[in-house]
DNA sequence: CCAAAAGTGTTGATATTACACCCATGA
DNA sequence: TCATGGGTGTAATATCAACACTTTTGG
């Protein structure tokens, strides 16, 4: 039988997927590992969390490094656990999502990181392609239940951004014009007043109304499947 | 700073939030702990896993000895990794919820295991309420937007045991006409031609129809908030 | 016949969908 | 003036919610 201490054998770390939306199209971070025994493979951001740091910390403190800040919109999804998912011990993974403005970046990137499309994932270290499969599936889920895409647009974006975004993370086609009047009328957008110019006519610059959501509280009671 | 090795000094457990519905009600199951230090408090059950052990076979491994089958629907949820969680050392916490139908219980519960009635759980050790917390959040969540209800139905059921189990779940009252005939309208549920009597008309006895729900794997596009 | 629980029908209100159409800009 | 993207209007259809009504049992 083991000895008690032989439970106390395995390690932790915390991996992040950060998808952010820039110049139309939306991307994930992605960093080259610099440590044996990963030197050079890509995988996604993440540390080896100390004996007694708090996982929010560690993460926090990671994110800091990386991109100068770490206020943005995440959350947990599952451990990856398997026994031999890491070669050098057992290493449990304690996986987040992640969103972010692309303006909110304070710091220049490293090179040793970059923003990979979201639609082409190149083969990572580990387990992290398996972990990204999860992270972009609660994406996908998160965009349709939850006001999630002003987590990640700029202060001011216009109803073309929204949709540009849901197009892509669905690989579809929307009709424009509905989904923008179901967006206005369920009045989580408010205009700002401003107009961003590009080619054809303005648009409307729009901002998120938080206090439209909160007031919301109440999960219908019809199936939703 | 650190050696490597002292990265490697964490426990893992699992815990499972298991619930079923037994004579028209929703219970979780919950044990007694029997091991130092929290003797006679009540918790999820749970166990340590293995330093070679994978986290699923842990969970199998134990619902295989509490009650005599490991067969059911569950879902790996958060990690709760905080530090101070467990007084003998880091104990990270993979949690789970699962759904089962009583019926497919093989074994006499134990007197360290209870079912308790889902809308009051007493208190519990270590940080199990939080995570009950949590599963409850899911379990609802689950019957919104997916067909959970049919993994903890028995094999044959009623309209009413349906709607029995979402009045309790979200404590509200449904109207069961209108609620009736959209899982009807579904094809989630097909007759099997028994009835069931009770006091008052008989009520026809369904079984779930899997095929209708895996032939939907379309998302809707619109907003769900 | 009555009470109780199951199940059906109807209807007005609301939401969704598919388009046609108009608007404001730069080149 | 045209191309381009932004934005509005409308009408057919589908879905929802409320609730009255019917059916089938046991006592």
Redesign the interface.
């Known amino acids: 039988m083991?000895e008690f201490k032989?439970?106390?054998?395995?390690?932790?770390s915390v991996n992040i997927g950060l998808i952010t939306f820039k110049s139309g199209k939306l991307f994930l971070l992605l960093q080259q590992k610099e440590e044996y025994p990963s030197q050079n493979e890509i995988g996604l951001p993440g540390k080896?969390?100390?004996?007694?740091?708090?996982?929010e910390a560690a993460l926090k403190k990671l994110m800091l490094e990386l991109l100068g800040t770490n206020d943005f919109y995440r959350k947990?999804?599952?451990?990856f656990?398997?026994?031999n998912r890491h070669p050098l011990?057992?290493v449990?993974c304690?996986s987040y999502y992640g969103l972010i403005p692309f303006q909110n970046i304070q710091k220049p990137l490293s090179s040793k990181l970059s923003w990979e499309p979201l639609n082409n994932i190149p083969n990572l270290c580990y387990d992290h392609n398996q972990i990204v499969e999860m992270i972009l599936n609660r994406f996908?889920?998160g965009l349709?239940?939850?006001?999630r895409v002003f987590e990640f647009l700029p202060d001011q974006f216009t109803i073309t951004d929204i949709i540009t975004i849901?197009e892509q993370a669905?690989s579809?086609k929307?009709d424009a014009s509905n989904?923008g009047k179901?967006?206005l009328k369920?009045d989580l957008v408010m205009p700002t007043g401003a107009y961003r110019k590009d080619s054809g006519r303005p648009a409307k610059l729009y901002e998120f109304n938080k206090s439209a959501?909160i007031k919301?509280p109440k999960?219908?009671?019809?199936?939703?499947?």
């Not at 349709?144 to 006001?147: A, E, G, K, T």
């Open positions: 083991f032989h439970f106390f054998r395995g390690a932790y080896i969390i100390l004996p007694n740091e708090e996982t947990q999804l599952n451990a656990t398997a026994v011990g057992r449990a304690f996908r889920k349709l239940r939850h006001p849901y669905f579809t929307i989904f179901q967006i369920s959501y919301k999960d219908k009671m019809h199936f939703n499947f």
